[in-house]
């Protein structure tokens, strides 16, 4: 069974920065791309950011490109996102979520997380 | 820029069939696949339908997605209590090289 797990969110002020982690498990984690999904508070799903099953290709939201830097680390089974210069329209819900193949080309994501909440706010 | 847009709302009666609508452009649902995903609030966000048309193990055949030029349509035929949630499209976008969820159509069962 795919289980993905959300670590790392929290209270930070405007300009400031987090980290959010994605703990994999029930699948062989360098076979597939990774993304970041997040739901404003009473806002729709946005894309943020994905990471090819190897870790070498990125692909970055607009609204994020610049401040967010998504890795992964293959021998850990984690991916991550790392978010500087944080907005008070960053807080959301971050989804972790797994794409079909090792390649991120659609808008596809079979498994996701349960979210995790980051708040920014001075 | 490049957007899909959903109607927000749509409601049925147990029973019923509802189809739901997603509109794109050519740099999206014209060229590339679409998937659909069932979102109740404080839960994770489930995948119903990918490569436009095809349901993942479990998904009831009740959904069914399709599409047409750059629009595609998600139907609910059956209509449950159950089935009141958000659902989203989202498709791949060649022109923003990445991924655009529509915005959401919140579906109530009367």
């Known amino acids: 069974e795919v289980q993905l797990l959300e670590s790392g969110g929290g209270l930070v002020q405007p300009g400031g920065s987090l980290s959010v982690s994605c703990e994999a498990s029930g699948f062989p984690f360098s076979s597939y791309a990774m993304s970041w999904v997040r739901q404003a508070p009473g806002k729709g799903l946005e894309w943020v950011s994905a990471v090819g099953g190897g870790g070498g290709r990125t692909y970055y939201a607009d609204s994020v490109r610049g401040r967010f830097t998504i890795s992964r680390d293959n021998s850990k089974n984690g991916h991550f996102l790392q978010m500087n210069s944080l907005r008070v329209e960053d807080t959301a819900i971050y989804f972790c979520a797994k794409g079909p193949t090792y390649f991120h080309s659609s808008g596809t994501f079979t498994d996701w997380g349960q979210g995790v909440l980051v708040t920014v706010s001075s | 820029q490049s957007v899909v847009t959903q109607t927000p709302s749509a409601s049925g009666t147990p029973g019923q069939r509802l189809s739901i609508s997603c509109s794109g452009s050519?740099?999206?649902?014209?060229?590339?696949?679409v998937s659909w995903y069932q979102h109740v609030v404080g839960a994770a966000p489930k995948l119903l339908i990918f490569?436009?048309?095809q349901r993942p193990s479990g998904v009831p055949d009740r959904f069914a997605g399709s599409k047409s030029g750059a629009s595609a349509s998600l139907a609910i035929s059956g209509l449950q209590s159950e089935d009141e949630a958000h659902y989203y499209c989202s498709v791949w976008d060649d022109s923003l090289n990445g991924v655009i969820f529509g915005g959401g159509t919140k579906v109530t069962v009367l």
């Open positions: 490569s436009t048309n």
């Open positions: 050519s740099a999206n649902i014209g060229k590339n696949t």
